[in-house]
């Protein structure tokens, strides 16, 4: 009877710190607020970069997500600043755990599917980040993402504009005007 009352302490202990990592996505990542300069962060390296946007990484720390090793994290910084946070996960005993933790503590996720009728992107939103829950099973990888809402939106608003900016137009409409209308084929 001893055993069996341990072994189920020992199961609740697990199941109630299981989800805690998720809990602090809300403040940040790894100890890193949303927001921190990469300018104060003395070892991370940087892997790529498009415009303001930095991709980087830090190679003296061992990243775990619900205590479980992730070997490939990559963080995000607009203007230097922090706003997203990419992590591959290498196993489908992974990706079910970070599912289940994220949909402990943010709930029910929209569910996008793919075009074999199974789910492939979840995603959450809480306050301001945003976690997105990738896999496709094509490629056979999965990832996934959280981002700061008040930095990533900024990320997002500036790629668009640099897109209409460069993208090939048949006609000139100017935005938010409508377009002269003119019949194609006239008999």
């Known amino acids: 009877m001893g055993f069996k009352r341990l072994i189920v302490m020992v199961g609740a202990v697990f199941l109630l710190q299981s989800p805690l990592w998720a809990a602090h996505l809300t403040e940040g990542f790894s100890g890193i607020k949303w927001g921190t300069s990469v300018e104060t962060l003395r070892h991370f390296k940087e892997v790529g970069s498009r415009g303001e946007i930095g991709y980087y990484v830090n190679p003296n720390v061992l990243h775990t997500i619900g205590g479980v ?10 203007a230097k600043h922090l706003f997203a946070v990419y ?4 196993s489908l005993e992974v990706y079910a755990r970070i599912k289940n933790d994220l949909q ?3 709930g029910i996720p929209n569910v996008a599917y793919g075009a074999t009728g199974q789910p492939e992107v979840y995603r959450w939103k809480s306050g301001q980040i945003k976690i997105k829950l990738k896999r496709d099973d094509s490629l056979r990888k999965i990832k996934v993402a959280v981002y700061y809402t008040p930095l990533s939106d900024k990320v997002n608003e500036a790629g668009e504009e640099k897109y209409r900016e460069s993208e090939f137009k048949f006609l ?7 377009p002269l209308r003119l019949p194609l084929l006239d008999f």
Not at 72 to 78: C, K, M, S, T
Not at 87 to 90: K, L, P
Not at 172 to 178: C, H, Q, T
């Open 69 to 78: 090793e992730v070997p490939q994290v990559i963080y995000g910084f607009y």
């Open 172 to 178: 000139p409409i100017e935005r938010d005007k409508e």
């Open 87 to 90: 992590a591959q996960i290498d």
């Open 104 to 106: 402990s503590h943010y």
